[in-house]
């Protein structure tokens, strides 16, 4: 058999978790580094945060941001998970050929 990358046959084929999420997240990393943005925090070597000019402190912390939600919509979480491995349990065949729901055993 030819692999390729649709994952094995007998598993059906699942939709991506968040995409209106992680489209909302980069369309805010593309806004947030726009000249607009950018253009309000460059006040030169002047205004410094910590020492840190504005503009290097606002691109680190956009940045930071953007890393932070991409990580929080991207994450797995475990009851996503054991909710998926139960529900390809409930579709792989038993010993017999048939397969049982969560609660029903075979005689």
């Excluded at 726009?34 to 030169?44: H, I």
């Excluded at 020492?51 to 797995?76: C, D, K, N």
């Excluded at 529900?87 to 029903?104: C, E, F, I, K, R």
């Amino acid at each position: 058999m030819v692999h390729n990358g649709a994952g094995s046959p007998d598993l059906p084929i699942k939709r991506p978790r968040r995409p209106e999420r992680a489209l909302a997240v980069t369309a805010l990393g593309a806004v947030l580094f726009l000249q607009p943005f950018l253009g309000l925090f460059d006040l030169g070597g002047t205004t410094t945060v910590a020492g840190v000019p504005a503009l290097f402190f606002y691109l680190f912390a956009a940045w930071l941001l953007i890393v932070a939600l991409t990580a929080l919509v991207m994450e797995t979480r475990r009851d996503d998970a054991q909710n998926d491995t139960e529900n390809q349990s409930a579709l792989m065949p038993s010993d017999n050929g048939v397969a049982q729901s969560d609660g029903a055993e075979a005689d």
